[in-house]
Structure formats: C-alpha cells, structure tokens
C-alpha cells in the first residue's frame, strides 16, 4: 500500500506567503490620502472654480487665491450699499465681460448705472431684485441660488439669524458661482456658517482696509491696505490727489481717525465662528 499523498497546503514549498503591511511614507499617511488633506495651519485648496478679486494682496490671502464659487462669502461693512460695489466691482466685471447676470437683492440704495458702468458692469447684466423685507431677501435667495440662475449673486441680509445663513450656506454649497451676504460690520461678532468672513472700511488715500476675520486657513491678524480708486475718477485724478493725506496738514490728519474693523472678541465666540 503506498502512502497517502499528502494535501497541497500541508506541502510546505507551497505555503502562501504572508502579507506584509506598506509601511506608510513620511508623515504617516499614505501619499493619496495626505494629499486630499487639509491642514488648518495651510489656507484651503480650491474646490471648485474662483474669480480673482482684482486685488493681488487679496487675492494671495484668498483659499484658492480668489473669490470662491460652492459657498458663501460675507461682506462686512460699516455703512452698506457703498463699499461692497468697491471691493467686489472688479469681480463683477470679469463676470459681466463672461456675458453672465450679476443679480442684486435688497440693497439699501438703488444701484447708480453711470457710477457702475464706470466699473465695467453692464447696466443690461445687471439686474436688481426689490426685495425689501428680510422674508423677500431671503426667499429671493434661495430661489436664485436652486435655479443657478446667475453669474453672480449680491444680497443685503442685515438682520439675519444663524440658522437662515446656515440654510444659504447649505444651499450654495451646490451653486458654482459666487454668492456674496452683505451684513453690517457688528454682524463680525457672531456665528456663522459662512466660509469665507471679511470686513471692509475706507482709508484716507482712497484705499479699503480689509481685514479677513474668517477662511479656511490660519487666521490673519494684519489688515490689508488695497488700492480703490473709484472709477469714475481714474480718468481725471491727479497724481497729486491720489495721495491727498500727503498733502493735508498734519493737524488736519490727526482729527481723521481711520482705524481697521474692530476685533471680534475671541474670547465669547463659537466654534463655528
């Protein structure tokens, strides 16, 4: 009788061999994964299309370096209807020269045509929304925002709660273009679910003082100084008055007191601010 054949598997020549696990590479994670990570000492990858601002210092503090498209942006100013047009006009124009509407809810003055051609916007891409309860503002929207019915969106909401940017935030999410909340400047002291925070005054020399109070990235503690003309002056200011502080006595500079936004306090605010 001839001994039985042993089974493949006890023949130790045929033993499968054992897995051995990657070491990961430096840093701990393996390459795919730490490249889709964001870290939040680092500003914020694009996630989708941006529109330069028309400012580079701006730009360069920007996730994405621009004005982003998927979310919220808040515009925070201390007298509204006036510098929002400054700080956002350069953007509005590469939208209008795209041939797409720029749409505008509610804001607190009506939109001056001759002032914003001047800024390259279009008077037959623009179009105004009246809306002049909050309940209108916010419907209207909501509604532009699910209809993607804009290139890009501008809408006055100084009384809004938490919970009705959160839902904006939510629906923009799914809204390629940019959509821009204008609050007033003490609207900096609150939650919110907006992305992306800044704050806006004017200087002497026809400059904004910006100053970012929230993005995905480290926090930004110095205000940035942009060069803002108005446009309908570019063609006839001098280059002595594009500095008129130089040329104001200093007792006179002294009583204008132009100080950046005030800081929000750190010290009561949210985890979501």
Do not use: N, Y
């Amino acid at each position: 009788m001839h001994p039985a054949t042993p089974w493949q598997e006890d023949h130790p020549s045929s033993a499968p061999t054992p897995l051995r696990p990657t070491r990961p590479p430096a840093g701990g994670l393996p390459a795919a994964v730490a490249a889709a990570l964001w870290r939040a000492d680092q500003l914020g990858a694009p996630v989708s299309a941006v529109w330069p601002s028309g400012f580079a210092a701006l730009d360069a503090q920007l996730p994405g370096g621009g004005w982003p498209g998927h979310g919220l942006t808040e515009i925070l100013t201390p007298h509204s209807g006036t510098l929002e047009w400054r700080l956002l006009g350069p953007a509005l124009r590469r939208v209008c020269a795209a041939g797409q509407p720029v749409v505008v809810v509610g804001p607190p003055l009506p939109p001056h045509l001759p002032g914003l051609r001047f800024e390259g916007i279009a008077a037959r891409q623009l179009v105004w929304v009246q809306a002049d309860t909050p309940a209108e503002r916010l419907w209207s929207a909501e509604q532009l925002i699910k209809a993607q019915a804009c290139g890009a969106l501008m809408v006055w909401l100084p009384q809004a709660r938490a919970a009705q940017i959160r839902r904006l935030q939510v629906l923009a999410s799914g809204f390629e273009a940019p959509v821009f909340v204008c609050r007033p400047g003490t609207a900096a002291r609150e939650s919110s679910a907006a992305p992306l925070r800044l704050q806006a005054s004017v200087g002497l020399d026809w400059e904004l003082h910006v100053r970012i109070v929230k993005r995905k990235g480290p926090p930004l503690d110095q205000t940035l100084r942009l060069a803002s003309v108005p446009g309908g002056l570019q063609a006839f200011i001098t280059p002595r008055l594009r500095q008129p502080s130089r040329w104001m006595p200093r007792e006179e500079t002294d009583h204008v007191v132009v100080r950046p936004p005030a800081q929000p306090d750190r010290r009561h605010s949210s985890p979501a601010h």
